[in-house]
């Protein structure tokens, strides 16, 4: 039996609170998308409705291989126009040129991407009870999200995030840039505090828990999704806590001890 089920919730608790004070956490940082919220659904829906279209109205190729170079062309670009929205007109463009496509069928698709952007994502399966969790120790939450302010308080809002964190306690990465080691130290900076005086969590290895490890932020919690975008997957440290979703944090902590 793991140990988990020898503790009680009141013994886990105090596990918890004995560990973030011997460890002086001031603050859990914590990723938005794909860690509190599901956005990584909401982009494969709209994707997905893209692929349709351009089978049944251009009718060059079929809906697998839109798929595949539509992914292809994404990642590419993703690495010159980072998360910017216009990403997704520069990827049409592309298609554009290569297939001849017609301007009503680049403005359709252009505006099925844009889409992403106008629906709500849902909050992620443990995401409420760990954000309680840590609220119910006064614990500050601070979101480092790799998002446009627009769209970050659209979803701060459609989410009711205030329950948990104030809006100023939300550190915005240029969208125009990528998540590095230099945004996490930017976060780490703007709450006034050193590295090591965080713990946080993040979806990404790439964009979250390898540029807080390398910044010297001691505590990493990686929610991990198979289904993961592969630009983003990268090996972690034995010392990252792989959890698959925020409300097993506790246990992950008293596993380790």
């Not at 140990?3 to 940082?29: D, G, H, P, V």
């Not at 349709?52 to 697998?64: K, P």
Request: hydrophobic residues 40%; contains cysteine; proline residues 4%.
């Amino acid at each position: 039996m793991s140990k988990e089920f020898c503790l009680t919730s009141i013994e886990k608790e105090l596990r918890f609170s004995m560990w973030y004070e011997e460890n002086e956490i001031a603050r859990f940082l914590l990723d938005l998308d794909d860690t509190i919220c599901g956005t990584r659904k909401v982009f494969r829906n709209c994707m997905g409705m893209v692929y349709d279209f351009l089978e049944v109205n251009a009718q060059v190729i079929s809906r697998n291989e839109w798929q595949t170079v539509i992914e292809e062309t994404n990642n590419r670009l993703f690495e010159q126009f980072a998360v910017n929205p216009n990403r997704w007109n520069k990827v049409v463009d592309e298609l554009a040129k290569l297939y001849e496509l017609p301007t009503a069928i680049q403005e359709t698709t252009k505006q099925i991407f844009a889409q992403i952007y106008s629906i709500p994502p849902e909050m992620l399966e443990g995401s409420e009870e760990g954000l309680n969790f840590l609220s119910k120790f006064n614990i500050p939450i601070g979101i480092v999200t790799h998002a446009g302010s627009e769209w970050t308080w659209k979803k701060y809002n459609w989410l009711n995030l205030k329950r948990f964190v104030n809006w100023d306690d939300i550190y915005i990465v240029d969208e125009n840039k990528h998540k590095t080691s230099e945004s996490w130290r930017g976060a780490v900076k703007y709450f006034g505090l050193e590295p090591w005086e965080c713990a946080m969590g993040g979806d990404s290895p790439r964009s979250d828990i390898n540029p807080a490890l390398e910044i010297g932020i001691r505590h990493c919690f990686l929610v991990e999704d198979s289904k993961q975008w592969i630009i983003h997957n990268q090996p972690v440290d034995k010392s990252v806590r792989k959890i698959a979703n925020l409300s097993q944090i506790i246990d992950v902590i008293y596993e380790d001890n």
